[in-house]
């Protein structure tokens, strides 16, 4: 238990999460998350301007894309890395940026490609992420750009994970993570249900 802002909160330690098949595109994402949160996360991962929710702070899309303001584009570095060594284990990119993040440090802090077993997989750190609201989106946009390296090497995507140091859930948003988990479960066993149906009706 813990607060922030004033909100009580649930906090688990040290998270990792193993996303074996990273997809953007998530159905159950599509189906049961918050459409304005994912495009809000959507335009921090993909618009330049200053996100004033965060106190005027960078972009993710800036940080990534156009580093300190230098023009560098540490995705395109990273492509460039995998491609000059396949092996490397140092395509390593940050969206700190500690002359001048003073009033937001962002949540997601390192993100490091490699490529093993012949796909393009990611590792990545954050101080501490929101499942309660913003997880979800955070997850669809890291997938989207893994993809996009993995589009650009020409290689298959392969697992994610993310460690996460402090994973946190609001308490006013329990019932509405209650309310979706049931409702994705309640999807997925009608969803096995026809299947064993279709299967009986086959064999007959």
Request: glycine share 6%; with cysteine.
């Given at each position: 238990m ?5 909100l ?9 999460l ?5 997809n953007?595109?998530?159905?159950i ?14 335009s921090?991962f993909?618009?330049?301007?200053r ?5 005027d ?11 300190m303001?230098s023009?560098r ?13 396949a092996?490397a284990?140092?395509a390593?990119i940050?969206?700190l940026?500690?002359?001048t993040d003073v009033t937001?440090?962002?949540c ?12 393009l997989?990611?590792?990545v750190?954050?101080?501490s992420i929101d499942?309660?609201?913003k997880?979800f ?7 989207e750009l893994?993809?996009d390296?993995?589009?650009?090497l020409?290689?298959p995507v392969?697992?994610m ?18 309310e ?6 309640r ?6 249900s026809?299947?064993?149906q ?7």
């Amino acid at each position: 238990m813990g607060s922030f802002g004033g909100l009580p909160l649930l906090e688990c330690d040290l998270v990792t999460l193993d996303v074996q098949y990273p997809n953007p595109d998530d159905p159950i994402i599509a189906q049961h998350a918050s459409q304005e949160w994912l495009g809000w996360m959507r335009s921090n991962f993909t618009d330049h301007h200053r996100v004033q929710e965060l106190g005027d702070a960078r972009s993710y899309a800036s940080r990534l894309f156009d580093y300190m303001g230098s023009g560098r584009n540490q995705i395109a570095a990273v492509v460039e890395t995998l491609r000059r060594d396949a092996r490397a284990s140092y395509a390593t990119i940050t969206t700190l940026e500690p002359l001048t993040d003073v009033t937001y440090i962002p949540c997601v802090s390192l993100l490091d490609f490699w490529l093993r077993s012949g796909s393009l997989e990611l590792v990545v750190y954050a101080h501490s992420i929101d499942f309660g609201k913003k997880g979800f989106a955070n997850l669809v946009q890291l997938a989207e750009l893994q993809r996009d390296v993995a589009s650009e090497l020409n290689a298959p995507v392969g697992p994610m994970v993310m460690i996460v140091k402090s994973a946190t859930i609001y308490q006013t948003e329990l019932s509405l993570m209650r309310e979706v988990i049931s409702s994705a479960q309640r999807a997925s066993k009608e969803a096995t249900s026809a299947s064993e149906q279709s299967a009986a009706r086959f064999d007959d």
